[in-house]
């Protein structure tokens, strides 16, 4: 029971602000751009449970990787709706990735401190434990959220980017796929290859790229989280 609850408090603050923030991002920058639907709804604002999905949450504990409730866009409100999209689309995962970078900071800063004269004493690795797993945590969970919403099917954020690009006609028949994407994405990750031979191997480019010296750190997490 101490193990669960030590996993749940390193996982909960870094997964809650993953999955919080992108949706924020995509209703702040929507009304940007002229849709105040979001706002209108009470979406954009950090408390959890105006954009908690309960299946999504509980995946996050049990996967490392969850979802919350889209936030609503009314794109009928774009002075040009399908560039406009684009970008709103594009805000959720920019903002994972500059989570992930904030974390990758935290991450060397932690470790530049494990070798000056505070990483030997107790209380600072009472205190560093917990925060270089968090961090460890965020990281990876951040990236990997960026990388899989950036798959170009509907209605991930790659698709509503795909369909913004492409001519009308050919995004249109693409936005047919959107019923079934969730189901064709499910299908991609766990009876095709997409999986262990493209997300994956993108994902830990990065968490390599932007951990560095620190990546052991973020494999500990993992491991401790997932038993990976």
Same mark, same amino acid.
Do not use: C
């Given at each position: 029971?101490?193990?669960?609850?030590?996993?749940?408090?390193?996982?909960?603050?870094?997964?809650l602000?993953?999955?919080?923030?992108?949706?924020?991002?995509?209703? *702040?920058?929507?009304?940007?751009?002229?849709?105040?639907?979001?706002?209108?709804?009470?979406r954009l604002?950090?408390?959890?449970?105006?954009?908690?999905?309960?299946?999504?949450t509980i995946?996050?504990?049990?996967?490392?990787?969850g979802?919350?409730?889209?936030?609503?866009?009314?794109?009928?409100?774009?002075?040009?709706?399908?560039?406009?999209?684009?970008?709103?689309?594009?805000?959720?995962?920019?903002?994972?990735?500059l989570?992930?970078?904030?974390?990758?900071?935290?991450?060397?800063?932690v470790?530049?401190l494990?070798?000056?004269?505070?990483?030997?004493?107790?209380? *600072?690795s009472?205190?560093?434990?917990?925060?270089?797993?968090?961090?460890?945590f965020?990281?990876?969970i951040?990236?990997?959220?960026g990388?899989?919403?950036?798959?170009?099917l509907?209605?991930?954020?790659?698709?509503?980017?795909?369909?913004?690009?492409?001519?009308?006609?050919?995004?249109?028949?693409?936005?047919?796929?959107?019923?079934?994407?969730f189901?064709?994405?499910?299908?991609?990750?766990?009876?095709?290859?997409?999986?262990?031979?493209?997300?994956?191997?993108?994902?830990?480019?990065?968490?390599?790229?932007?951990?560095?010296?620190?990546?052991?750190?973020?494999?500990?997490?993992?491991?401790?989280?997932?038993?990976?």
């Amino acid at each position: 029971m101490e193990t669960i609850v030590s996993k749940i408090a390193i996982m909960l603050v870094p997964a809650l602000l993953a999955i919080i923030l992108h949706e924020v991002a995509h209703g *702040y920058i929507a009304e940007r751009f002229g849709d105040p639907t979001a706002r209108l709804l009470g979406r954009l604002t950090l408390n959890p449970l105006k954009h908690l999905d309960p299946i999504g949450t509980i995946a996050i504990f049990i996967f490392g990787f969850g979802w919350a409730r889209p936030v609503p866009v009314n794109s009928g409100n774009f002075r040009h709706p399908r560039r406009d999209m684009i970008w709103v689309a594009l805000a959720g995962p920019a903002t994972n990735l500059l989570l992930a970078t904030l974390s990758a900071l935290l991450l060397r800063g932690v470790g530049l401190l494990d070798q000056s004269s505070f990483g030997g004493s107790q209380v *600072y690795s009472q205190f560093a434990t917990p925060v270089k797993m968090m961090a460890g945590f965020s990281l990876y969970i951040n990236i990997l959220l960026g990388v899989f919403n950036l798959i170009p099917l509907p209605p991930l954020d790659g698709g509503r980017v795909l369909t913004g690009i492409l001519p009308e006609r050919l995004a249109a028949l693409i936005s047919r796929l959107e019923p079934f994407g969730f189901m064709l994405i499910l299908f991609l990750i766990f009876f095709t290859d997409v999986w262990p031979r493209v997300l994956g191997p993108i994902i830990n480019t990065l968490v390599v790229f932007m951990a560095g010296d620190e990546t052991r750190l973020v494999e500990q997490a993992i491991r401790f989280l997932f038993g990976q």
